[in-house]
């Protein structure tokens, strides 16, 4: 009974944490892949030649 009635551990803070740390983590990864995936050829070919 006593058991029931304490709260132990909030999980709200955790849960926010947790999801605020994957928002980030997905931005940072989408903006790896944007870089990644952008190409500089158009600037390079006029050098080349």
Not at 26 to 38: A, D, H, Q, Y
């Amino acid at each position: 009974m006593i058991a029931q009635n304490i709260a132990l551990y909030s999980w709200t803070n955790g849960v926010i944490m947790i999801a605020v740390f994957g928002l980030v983590c997905l931005t940072l990864i989408g903006f790896l892949v944007k870089f990644m995936t952008s190409s500089d050829r158009d600037k390079e070919e006029p050098k080349e030649r």
